[in-house]
């Protein structure tokens, strides 16, 4: 699976090594949180770990995965017993939706509904999280998500919580309630499109777990629509908490169906890319009439969440001129050059209170781009990133007037010293909405690596306060991500947001270091690797010095080899000091240097053979 | 280079792409000081960009490579004509120094030093760098790292300075003086051991840049000499600024004699993993005459300068009893072994006045080790760590008596929240002598990445003020890095360093990142590679989506696609906006709307051919 040179598996399924797929039922026989469990070696006395998991059934031995079939729409009787939506025939679909010309037929496979019509908001109904939320409602969702970002934090003792958080509000406990006020506030968004309802919920706000987003897109070349959805199993096996769409040229309609219907995760997409499509890649042929009716179209398919740029103002292009790299965002350049081959406003700034009804009515959230973000360390917290902010600040309020789940993209390329301010002006100016930012990278200088330079100012800005990081791969700036790009892309986030979630003091997160240095500490090597962000990887690194089974029990390991090992001394001061009764060792060390000699005096024990 | 499977060369030689070696002469003929310039393409209008060169004489075609003669003493001339050290025969050289058992014969070659004997001070002379500084004296050391710094951030305009820096006294423009008094106050250390004539100069100190170090190591399997001075020439092609030689076990002497006559960087090492080997790896067998003869030996062989656990005191090792994981450091755990065993006071603290007196005859830098690490998130920052730094400040001042040159150690793994107050306190207790640390990690849970989760505390810590960084590989915790592991930690670290140089406000340091960005923005492929910290891995990602030759000069890339380009729009409407008088564009959006269209209103141009 590590090799690059070997064909892409169908769908990869199955657990990761060492964990098992395990459900923790909440108030009702059909709410049951996945969850992986890691259990340790026995003998060890230490619990299972329990984690986070985004991988959905693919990761559940018990589950037969049929990518025809879809997964089981685990939301649909929630979505149902609320009496607000309803069916209807749905929008006709067109030739242009997948990039036909009339007269070409379509070249991918069509996944069948089986005669699924799509949901939408009775009249005068709300059918939002935001809105159930400011109802004084919890739904379903609300207390999956409490179940699913609680893990064992109750098992952690209070002394131990420490953290800068920032003016965050981070419960001891995430209680329904707490996650419903949260929502309520704004400050998270639990994005549940009721057209997706094979989605797991989720929640994304500071004072949950940070979560990361993978981007995906399809391929030049024709590939099976089994390639495709693999594109997001495979991201969200390592943990993509949602997935981007990203789409373009043909068949866009019928793939993002193959995705959506195999998803756990909530699918977002940037809707003016398929709007252009169906314009010929005219920016200036765009229209509302064909924005809206593509907004529709992917709101019907069940798309939960949507980058909509409709910050960047026309008044905002000329702060643009002097920049060192202009517009970056590929959607904020499509509405910077209609705006300027019209001389008009953006139209999506003119329409929003229409884009956030249509939103309203499906539950999609609305993720508003910054088309202005900067591309390059001299561009960043410049005048033109700044003043798209604030309209989104505006833009905000004005769609949570609408009961619309609302997120806020952010930067881009920002030096380290210039990242704090960002969060800080963000969420002033938004009302805490939820900040979801593609890294900052803190340095143009290293192409190939900028995964790790974004990397850097992920890890900052999740711990100032950004809810939601999307991903960089090694290959940004150069070429597509293959296979490995995205696995090395997602942990390498998914690291990013745990060391954001260590320093806001997050009360479950340390469980998960500790739980890994007690078992590097004492040789389990398995129990380290099975607790790894990448199992296979650390096994493999370690296969690659050490390849012997054996050397998966030995107490040394091949940086110091069995000559010399620092964790092996480091037991016997433990224990010495454990018989000398603790912290009054200091006193008996004379007695401890006898006992010291007396047991041996050698720090390299021989390997025991494995317990049972 | 870059295929795993392919068999190691054996001297790395050749400039990077695009690169050429250039000499900046200073006051005297034999004062040239190497660095690199990246010509960008002709008809771009910008001048080469001049980089900081770690590499030496290996990416300079002009020089001829001999490991066999080794490189040419460039310091030899100035270190005489001091006058204040003289040669003598030196220790005798004895089996053990290499492992060897008595009636064993040395199984690799023997460098050919053709006579040269060692030196040292002369009686009652301090031939050190930091007692010339406080005799204000400007030595050609001190006028090379001067204009090795300084880059051409004269260049840049004062505007463009801004940063952080956290009450460090960086310099719009570094001389000698600066270098001199910076030497003379303990907050940089220039080391320059008269034995190894051949290093190249610089300087480690927080208002210079930031420096990495890459460790190596002689392989179990007995290797080449050649081989293991490739693993350093290596390390400095990608931007290692010291090495250290980590070797065990047989043949120590013979390899770094090797590794020393062929380094143009300074070599550091652990003196008491070769004492350990000379006591048959028994710590509780090690004297301190033992210590003393292998700093002697290693002292008149050249090494720069070696790090010695000497604050890691007796009372300080109950304060671990409760870590979750001890001891970490190897060099701690010898001397808390040693400790426990005879349970007395650390030879090293006891001796350390005899130990300074040595490095000083030879100015040879003391790293002030930190045996007392945390090696896990649960460790960081606590009481054993911090006691040890109270014993490292206080060694710091006694070492400066002796105008030993001084640096400290620092951790390690530490949540990003602990990060800022390590650096606090080591300047408060080390009287802000230059700090140097390993990472640290911001979390435990990704082994396999820690060359990134290291990378991440490293660059924030170096913003803080760190003045060296020492490297991750992506091995670390697993196994042993090969050649691959080696150019990714050392690429990683340098993008950290680079993103702490830009967080300060370092004036040459934005330079690279604008003039990349430029290349970036202006479709300028190659000069986007060549200013890369890896042109090879840059343009190899280039190339696996777009291999043809023509891909380099097209005003696209792969993640786009001709159809459309965010880069080329923005051009556009700085075009657009430059010829509207700039910022009074705005009233003029109508007639910029006309000329948009009347130019064609198209954002893609088909490549052009090649400026020649």
Not at 423 to 448: M, N, R, S
């Amino acid at each position: 699976m590590s090799d690059h040179a070997a064909p892409a598996p169908r769908i990869t399924t199955g657990p990761l090594p060492g964990s098992r797929k395990i459900h923790v039922e909440g108030s009702r026989p059909d709410l049951r949180v996945a969850m992986r469990e890691v259990d340790l070696a026995p003998g060890c006395g230490e619990p299972p770990v329990r984690l986070y998991d985004c991988s959905g059934p693919y990761t559940d031995p018990a589950a037969t995965v049929d990518i025809a079939k879809g997964l089981p729409p685990l939301r649909t009787a929630w979505v149902l017993e609320r009496g607000d939506v309803e069916t209807y025939p749905g929008r006709p679909h067109r030739p242009e939706d997948d990039g036909l010309k009339p007269g070409e037929t379509i070249a991918v496979p069509v996944f069948d509904r089986g005669g699924r019509l799509p949901l939408r908001a009775k009249p005068g109904c709300r059918p939002t999280q935001r809105a159930y939320a400011r109802a004084g409602i919890v739904t379903p969702e609300m207390e999956y998500v409490a179940i699913r970002e609680n893990l064992r934090r109750a098992d952690l003792t209070r002394a131990n919580r420490d953290g800068e958080d920032f003016g965050a509000a981070i419960p001891d406990e995430v209680t329904p309630e707490f996650v419903r006020d949260e929502i309520a506030r704004g400050r998270a968004i639990l994005p549940a499109n009721p057209n997706h309802p094979e989605a797991e919920p989720m929640i994304i706000g500071r004072n949950f777990l940070t979560k990361i987003n993978a981007n995906i897109g399809n391929s030049a070349v024709a590939s099976s629509v089994e390639a495709e959805v693999e594109k997001m199993v495979w991201a969200i096996r390592w943990g993509a908490d949602t997935v981007m769409d990203l789409s373009t040229g043909r068949h866009i309609h019928a793939t993002r169906e193959w995705i959506l219907r195999n998803a756990p995760v909530p699918i977002g997409t940037v809707p003016i890319y398929q709007a252009l499509e169906k314009v010929d890649g005219r920016a200036e042929d765009l229209t509302w009439e064909v924005f809206r009716d593509t907004l529709i179209e992917q709101a019907e398919q069940g798309v939960d969440y949507v980058t909509i740029h409709a910050g960047l103002r026309l008044a905002h292009i000329p702060l643009t001129a002097k920049r060192v790299t202009g517009i970056v965002s590929r959607g904020g350049s499509i509405i910077a050059k209609w705006c300027l081959a019209h001389h008009r406003e953006n139209f999506l700034y003119t329409h929003f209170d229409e884009i956030c009804e249509i939103l309203t009515a499906y539950d999609v959230g609305i993720s508003l781009g910054d088309g202005l973000r900067p591309g390059s360390i001299a561009d960043g917290n410049d005048a033109a990133q700044f003043a798209e902010l604030e309209t989104l600040g505006e833009l905000t309020h004005r769609a949570w007037a609408f009961d619309t789940q609302v997120m806020i993209e952010g930067p881009g390329h920002v030096p380290m010293h210039k990242i704090k301010v960002n969060v800080e002006k963000q969420l002033a100016l938004c009302g805490e909405a939820p900040f979801y930012t593609l890294g900052p990278l803190v340095t143009d200088i290293a192409p190939g690596y900028d995964h790790i330079t974004s990397a850097i100012g992920a890890a900052m800005i999740g711990w100032f306060g950004t809810a939601m990081l999307c991903y960089v791969t090694p290959k940004e700036h150069l070429g597509l991500p293959d296979r490995q790009d995205v696995r090395e892309g997602v942990v390498t986030y998914k690291l990013a947001a745990h060391a954001a979630d260590l320093a806001k003091g997050h009360p479950a997160a340390r469980l998960r270091d500790d739980a890994l240095s007690r078992a590097r500490f004492e040789f389990r090597w398995r129990d380290q690797f099975h607790l790894s962000l990448d199992p296979e990887k650390a096994q493999d690194f370690h296969d690659q010095s050490l390849p012997a089974d054996g050397a998966k029990l030995a107490h040394f390991c091949s940086m110091c080899g069995p000559k010399f090992c620092a964790y092996q001394i480091s037991q016997e001061v433990r224990d010495l000091a454990a018989s000398q009764d603790g912290m009054a060792a200091q006193d008996g060390m004379a007695a401890m240097s006898e006992k010291f000699r007396a047991e041996g005096g050698e720090i390299y024990q021989p390997a025991k053979p494995a317990a049972e």
